[in-house]
């Protein structure tokens, strides 16, 4: 029988198999951690005298609630809750022999943009992290998806979990984005089009001539938002994209186990006549770039639009009413960085806009590589003096303004265009108004001061 | 984990669509290393002003919801992200089931492993429970029935494996460490996933 590209992932992991009575064991080839979800369940590995099964398969970083002056960050931490955490995640690590991408580590950098970089996340795995966001290595073709606290001891101490099989959806994507319109911008339509909740209970397989067209990093930024529209993962099937990627990097395989991998991972791919429980269809060349509106990231529309009707809540919150056009929107904070769009690409977007530009007097811009690797590779192109010459702040990497857990927010009542992934009340500090775009139109906010369609500057 | 059988409580009414854990719990009070006392921090953006008193105009600061067990919440409660930081302050707060039309999938899991029963109805109930608050429900998981006033009652569906740990009040890890021959077995015959194998 045909199977889906999910199916024969899921089948390939299983340690037991589902019943009526209990969920299926399923394998887990990689498991990423991180400071703010992994502290308690590694006291539950104490409580009961237990050892990580596989650190071999585990890589820690530091990123959510870490500096990203280099001052705090290479100085001496504040004492706080904070750096307690910090703190945490290190002995953690050293006690139970996990490998750590430290503060002080070249590799360091947000969870989801080092396990890629790193060529750790492979096509076919099934990759966790206590973090929604572990979507964003379904690019590869891997099953990869956000678990909860008490989920990252059960992999630390089994290397599996318990889980029902979920159902599938493909998102087929057709036609080519036009010039001046982001994967970011395609992500966001797909949210619009599902509803925050419209994935709730599926894997998303993104299929389609768009989705053959993009980098790594699109895809990345792609498959990253996929639980914003409530959906548990979203995945690619390998290409010879994913395989120029991979191909080199540090835990990608090499020389002969290279070549087998490659026969592998050439037969990942959802067969003809494979039935999805659910599908829907865009086309990507009629899109343009996208803005939200609203308090959650289904609330999106076409920057040149005006905003839709809406919960009343959500728009009393963002100070913004029914029928109003956004562009000309006055703004206070731009942010280009977080797990949707903080890779060198994304980089080069924003300075593309950037260069030779100034940042509109009292806008506050932020620019936050998504790893110190980015960061290296991003200086040595110069785009550090682009944003720095235009008047941005260049900061290191973490996950920063994205959850504001770390010192970097947005003021109460501002307005911020952001390239993160989240528009939630408080989101980006207590009171902020996040507008979440692509890093074209947060830079051409930021030269603006005002929400501003990115196409004019290209 | 207290073993959940049966629970009668009055309802808290949150009709809002859409809850998301950065509403159950901003993450600024994610700094912790341990689980407790969370329920302090329970949706902080609408239980408190600005000066840090309770807002009187939030429901779940009204006399009457003082001491409700359940949560009846508009669609879609608890989506974004994974934080089980979010279960966590709802049980510290005294929460013991949510009731709604969808609740998201992380949030659900979170929530079964740690006391929480989420209850799924249709429109129709649920539309009766948003427009009745303070009501006395029966939640019970024996006969996996929903028992509201005048008798009416109604079936809900739960993982029978989760509505076995929630009555047994035990936790999943033992049923996987059960199952570590298994897993043996697995990393054996499955040489095809090589370890990253990672050198820092």
Redesign the interface.
């Known amino acids: 029988m045909p199977q889906t590209l999910f199916d024969k992932i899921w089948q390939r992991h299983q340690v037991v198999g589902e019943s009526a009575s209990a969920p299926a064991t399923v394998y887990i080839d990689l498991h990423l951690v991180h400071e703010v979800t992994s502290p308690q369940a590694f006291s539950v590995l104490r409580e009961r005298g237990l050892s990580v099964r596989r650190p071999d398969r585990t890589l820690a970083t530091l990123d959510h609630s870490t500096p990203t002056r280099a001052a705090e960050l290479y100085g001496a931490l504040r004492p706080g809750p904070a750096t307690t955490q910090i703190q945490t995640l290190q002995k953690n690590c050293a006690d139970f022999g996990v490998p750590l991408y430290d503060l002080d580590s070249r590799e360091r950098g947000i969870v989801h943009v080092i396990g890629p970089e790193l060529g750790a996340s492979h096509p076919g795995f099934t990759i966790v992290c206590g973090d929604s966001h572990t979507s964003t290595h379904g690019a590869f073709g891997a099953l990869a998806f956000g678990i909860g606290t008490t989920e990252v001891g059960h992999v630390l101490a089994t290397q599996c979990l318990l889980q029902r099989r979920p159902k599938t959806m493909a998102v087929n994507v057709n036609g080519r984005l036009a010039p001046g319109v982001s994967a970011k911008d395609l992500i966001l339509a797909i949210i619009g089009r599902l509803g925050v909740g419209g994935g709730t209970g599926h894997v998303l397989e993104y299929r389609g001539e768009a989705i053959a067209a993009l980098s790594m990093e699109q895809r990345m930024t792609v498959c990253n938002m996929s639980i914003e529209a409530g959906a548990r993962a979203g995945l690619v099937a390998p290409d010879d994209t994913t395989l120029e990627y991979l191909h080199g990097r540090r835990f990608a395989p090499r020389g002969r186990d290279w070549a087998a991998a490659v026969s592998r991972w050439r037969a990942l791919r959802s067969d003809d006549g494979a039935v999805f429980d659910r599908s829907v269809e865009l086309d990507a060349s009629a899109l343009a770039p996208m803005i939200t509106y609203g308090t959650h990231p289904g609330m999106v529309m076409p920057i040149d639009g005006t905003v839709p009707a809406s919960q009343r809540s959500a728009l009393d919150y963002m100070g913004l009413s029914e029928g109003q056009r956004l562009i000309g929107q006055p703004v206070d904070v731009v942010f280009v960085g977080s797990c949707t769009n903080s890779r060198l690409s994304d980089l080069r977007d924003a300075a593309r806009v950037l260069r030779g530009r100034k940042v509109r007097d009292g806008v506050r811009a932020l620019v936050v590589p998504g790893s110190q690797q980015v960061k290296r590779d991003a200086e040595a192109e110069g785009l550090h003096e682009i944003f720095l010459s235009a008047g941005a702040q260049w900061r290191e990497s973490g996950c920063s303004m994205c959850i504001a857990m770390n010192g970097d927010a947005v003021g109460s009542g501002q307005y911020s265009v952001s390239t993160s992934n989240r528009n939630f009340e408080g989101r980006q500090g207590r009171g902020a108004r996040t507008l979440l775009a692509s890093p074209m139109t947060a830079a051409a906010a930021a030269v603006t001061g005002r929400v501003t369609d990115p196409r004019q500057f290209l | 984990m207290e073993p959940f059988v049966s629970l009668t409580s009055r309802t808290v009414v949150l009709p809002?669509?859409?809850i998301?854990t950065?509403?159950i719990i901003?993450?600024?009070f994610?700094?912790?290393?341990?689980?407790a006392g969370l329920g302090q921090h329970l949706f902080s953006?609408w239980r408190y002003l600005d000066d840090g008193t309770p807002d009187p105009s939030f429901t779940m600061n009204m006399r009457q919801s003082q001491g409700a067990q359940v949560l009846v919440a508009g669609?879609?409660f608890g989506?974004?992200?994974?934080?089980?930081h979010a279960?966590w302050a709802l049980y510290d707060f005294g929460i013991r089931v949510v009731i709604s039309t969808?609740i998201?999938?992380?949030f659900r899991?979170?929530a079964q492993?740690?006391g929480i029963v989420p209850i799924l109805v249709n429109d129709e109930i649920h539309q009766w429970l948003l427009t009745h608050p303070d009501v006395a429900v029966t939640v019970d998981l024996e006969s996996m029935t929903l028992r509201l006033p005048g008798a009416r009652q109604v079936e809900f569906e739960l993982?029978?494996?989760a509505r076995?740990c929630l009555m047994q009040g035990v936790?999943?890890?033992g049923?996987?460490?059960a199952?570590?021959s298994?897993?043996d077995a697995?990393?054996r015959d499955?040489p095809?996933?090589?370890?990253?194998?990672?050198?820092?």
């Open positions: 809002a669509e859409d998301d950065d509403q901003p993450a600024r994610l700094t912790t290393t341990t689980r953006e669609h879609n989506c974004g992200s994974s934080r089980e279960p969808q998201a999938d992380i899991s979170n492993k740690n993982d029978p494996f076995h936790d999943q890890l049923f996987l460490l199952q570590t298994d897993v697995f990393e499955q095809l996933t090589p370890a990253i194998a990672v050198a820092s």
